[in-house]
């Protein structure tokens, strides 16, 4: 499995001198079991770190630049536990290059109306601090995220966890390598793109290594290696021989694992976490890779077909902020226009990855008319039932955009006993004629990244990370 760097976040607590020291020890005190029991709430996915009450421009600061430093850090989050004036802040939160969360909140989730008193006022006045806070973040146009609510509340620990997952993944972004054996398909458009800008923007690096590169390594895999891992997959999936033999099944399943083991060596050795294939350029492989994309995928690798090496590193980044689950390269294939079944049946040549099956996924070898090479071995299973979205991004030109829009994720009507493939039947909520005409307007491509855990929050909120247009269908 390919793991993620282990992050945390810093919480920043907002005030100044003039309560006098008493009311700052509280509001100290305060911010700790806030931090406390939201760590111990078990409802987060990565820890907070109390850090410091914040009083002066001086220490606002210093934390920032501390904060930029660490790489552990993956973002910073702040309360005004009382009125923070915000000139305080303007330095710091410029130098700021990490993902900033206002948390507005208070200590007390109620007015204590009976014993409420000007000592209470002034300790308490989160009201008044977060507008003025606000303020500046909006002045100096930071976008960042703004989460209102009680701290103890359900729902804001959720919407907490949902933005450091996507603040992780934004900082992950800078470290994701696309290797592409070989180019892009040939005279292919969306697929296309400035890698340069990319690079800039999202600090993606892309290279180009020959097959022949990759061979090297795929031939270089021991047969031990290959005959364990061909033992371990019986326990996983289902091995359906069909009409192979049973030297033929295994020697081209055994390849795959071949294949498996040879790419991710590669990737290893190299410190890539994405990669693409293209069916046109094979030469020295005796497969196009299917199984062996789909384990990858399985491991938390990025992949695209093709050469689309932009879809590649959208699905390694998503699938970081999904911590892999159910999170899958996928592609916009055929439809069903009747009306009452209207549906987009999704699939790939072999390579959608089983984080999305609802059955035990078949390991089966079937021809390939693409690609003019061996029967590849793949996985066939069936996607899920559920609320989804579908991800996808081109280059405009003068800009990266990033299309999505809201699914509902199916199960297809019939058995497709002559498509042995991964498949998933999704519709758009604002339904099928809506949806395709929205995303054809907007210049959606055709590879997208199918995701049941991100949502269309958490879209936005990477996008204004990034400083990326964000086209929402809806």
Not at 19 to 27: F, I
Not at 312 to 339: G, P, S
Not at 350 to 369: G, N, Q, Y
Not at 380 to 403: H, P, Q, R, S
Request: overall charge negative; hydrophobic content about 40%; glycine content about 8%.
């Amino acid at each position: 499995m390919l793991e993620n760097t282990q992050k945390e976040f810093w919480f920043v607590t907002g005030s100044q001198f003039l309560y006098g020291p008493e009311a700052l020890a509280t509001v100290e005190k305060n911010a700790r079991k806030v931090v406390d029991e939201m760590n111990n709430s078990g409802s987060l996915p990565f820890p907070i770190i109390f850090k410091i009450v914040a009083t002066t421009a001086e220490n606002i600061t210093q934390i920032m630049k501390e904060a930029n430093y660490q790489d552990e850090v993956a973002g910073v989050i702040t309360w005004m536990h009382t009125f923070s004036p915000a000139k305080n802040w303007i330095r710091g939160t410029q130098l700021l290059n990490k993902p900033l969360l206002h948390l507005a909140t208070q200590f007390l989730n109620h007015i204590p109306y009976k014993t409420i008193d000007f000592d209470y006022m002034n300790v308490n006045q989160s009201a008044h601090g977060d507008r003025e806070y606000a303020f500046i973040n909006a002045r100096l146009k930071k976008n960042n995220k703004i989460i209102f609510g009680h701290w103890e509340d359900d729902e804001i620990r959720q919407q907490i966890a949902k933005w450091m997952n996507v603040a992780v993944a934004y900082n992950e972004s800078y470290k994701i390598k696309i290797v592409t054996f070989a180019d892009k398909m040939r005279d292919v458009a969306v697929t296309d793109g400035d890698k340069v800008e990319a690079q800039i923007k999202f600090g993606w690096t892309v290279d180009y290594w020959g097959v022949g590169d990759l061979v090297e390594y795929v031939n270089a895999v021991a047969e031990s290696d290959i005959n364990q891992l061909y033992k371990d997959l019986q326990n996983k999936y289902d091995y359906i021989v069909g009409n192979n033999s049973p030297e033929k099944f295994e020697k081209n399943v055994k390849y795959q694992l071949r294949e498996y083991l040879g790419i991710k060596k590669f990737m290893d050795d190299k410190g890539y976490s994405a990669f693409t294939t293209n069916f046109e350029d094979l030469v020295g492989l005796e497969q196009l890779p299917g199984l062996a994309a789909q384990l990858l995928l399985a491991d938390g690798y990025g992949f695209a077909g093709e050469g689309d090496w932009k879809t590649a590193a959208l699905v390694r980044l998503f699938k970081i902020m999904a911590h892999n689950k159910e999170t899958v390269f996928m592609e916009d294939y055929t439809l069903d226009l009747r009306q009452g079944h209207e549906a987009i049946l999704g699939s790939h040549m072999l390579e959608v990855d089983p984080s999305i099956a609802s059955d035990k996924p078949r390991v089966e070898v079937h021809p390939l008319d693409i690609g003019g090479k061996s029967d590849p071995a793949r996985l066939v299973f069936t996607g899920m039932i559920g609320e989804a979205v579908d991800i996808t991004m081109a280059d405009y030109g003068n800009e990266f955009k990033l299309i999505s829009y809201e699914v509902t994720g199916n199960k297809p009507e019939e058995e497709t006993p002559f498509l042995p493939v991964a498949k998933q039947l999704w519709t758009p909520k604002q339904g099928l004629k809506v949806g395709a005409e929205q995303w054809l307007r907007a210049g959606g491509g055709h590879h997208t990244v199918l995701s049941f855990v991100v949502d269309s929050e958490q879209i936005g909120d990477l996008c204004a990370m990034f400083g990326l247009t964000y086209i929402n269908l809806g």
